[in-house]
């Protein structure tokens, strides 16, 4: 029954660790990346997001 979540997640691991690689990464890092890839991909997100807030409120604000 756990094999029906945890089998279609297999191949997020190594994507991530392409993915981490390809933003510049060493491979040690990029693997570590696709090993614990949840948590990879909530720092990109958070990471990514933030200048995009940051940009437009601070001009709407001055508006």
């Known amino acids: 029954m ?18 981490a690689r390809r933003r510049g990464n060493p491979w040690a890092l990029a693997v570590l990346a696709g090993l614990v890839f949840p948590l990879t991909w909530a720092h990109w997100y958070v990471s ?15 508006a």
Do not use: H
Request: hydrophobic share 45%; net charge positive.
């Open 2 to 19: 756990l094999a029906w979540f945890v089998v279609p997640l297999v191949p997020l691991g190594p994507l991530t660790a392409l993915g």
């Open 48 to 62: 990514d997001e933030l200048p995009l807030r940051r940009g437009p409120s601070s001009s709407m604000s001055r």
